[in-house]
């Protein structure tokens, strides 16, 4: 079994105690003159207190992000092979509480080419249309205790959407060193830089790409449901890559237009039922 590495703290606190070591050594051993040897003394005792104040006060990471990256890997893979069986190959839809009639967004998956029109979180499979599979999405227990805890507001303009999975992901939660968003017509990119957790997208890419856009994990589906939730249109997975050099990922989203009668408390017109042709 290896040995767990040092994080980067402990790592410079002790090379700051090294330098202390290295700098007093020097002022004792050498004839440098008084002043030299004084700043010396003072230099290594600067760095040997600021050493022993990082090792003192600064946590490790207590969780190693592979693992946590790799925690849902088999849960994505498992939804994904009973959606399968299920007849469900397309990608999943983020559908607003408009178009569901539920108290939150809900995670669709299809099982024929889907619109945006009503659908059931009840009675997914009906007899005629789309119907499919319908699940709170992974990111669901998380959303809630943002809004618990957080007081999370989601905002429905464009700008301040992308701020806000930005400010999320990467400097609250610093799942990745940087997150960039870009918002061209009805498609939403978000790249995620030096992403922690990549180890988790490996393992599922491995076996299939697009199991990632099927049933997407936490963090691509928390960013799925806040823009669904906050455009209030119904949000699905184009594509999700990964680029295991620089540990980068690319999440591809697309808004689907908002059809007419897609509001649960309104009846569709006949030529909007769900699965007819227009």
């Not at 922690?196 to 990632?212: P, T, Y």
Request: net charge negative; glycine share 8%.
């Amino acid at each position: 079994m290896k040995l767990k590495k040092l994080d980067n703290y402990a790592s410079a606190a002790i090379l700051l105690m090294a330098a202390a070591v290295i700098l007093v050594a020097a002022a004792l051993v050498t004839n440098l003159g008084e002043f030299i040897t004084a700043a010396f003394v003072i230099s290594g005792t600067a760095c040997a207190l600021v050493g022993i104040f990082i090792l003192t006060f600064t946590r490790g990471e207590t969780v190693d992000p592979r693992h946590v990256g790799i925690l849902t890997a088999q849960w994505c893979k498992n939804i994904c092979r009973i959606e399968s069986d299920l007849g469900i190959t397309g990608n999943a839809y983020f559908i607003p509480p408009r178009v569901t009639g539920e108290s939150r967004v809900m995670q669709f998956n299809p099982t024929l080419t889907y619109s945006g029109s009503n659908v059931s979180a009840k009675d997914p499979f009906i007899k005629t249309g789309a119907g499919g599979l319908i699940i709170t999405p992974a990111c669901d227990s998380w959303i809630q205790d943002l809004k618990k805890r957080n007081a999370l507001m989601v905002p429905d303009k464009e700008e301040e959407l992308i701020t806000l999975i930005s400010e999320t992901m990467g400097e609250i939660f610093e799942f990745a060193t940087r997150v960039s968003g870009s918002w061209r017509d009805n498609t939403v990119t978000l790249i995620f830089y030096g992403y922690r957790f990549i180890d988790g997208c490996k393992a599922i890419a491995d076996e299939s790409e697009e199991l990632c856009t099927m049933n997407p994990c936490p963090v691509c589906s928390l960013c799925g449901a806040l823009i669904a939730e906050g455009t209030d249109k119904v949000v699905t997975v184009d594509q999700c890559s990964i680029n295991p050099s620089s540990r980068d990922v690319t999440a591809v989203f697309s808004i689907l237009p908002v059809r007419k009668g897609t509001s649960p408390t309104e009846p569709l017109p006949p030529d909007a039922a769900p699965g007819s042709s227009r």
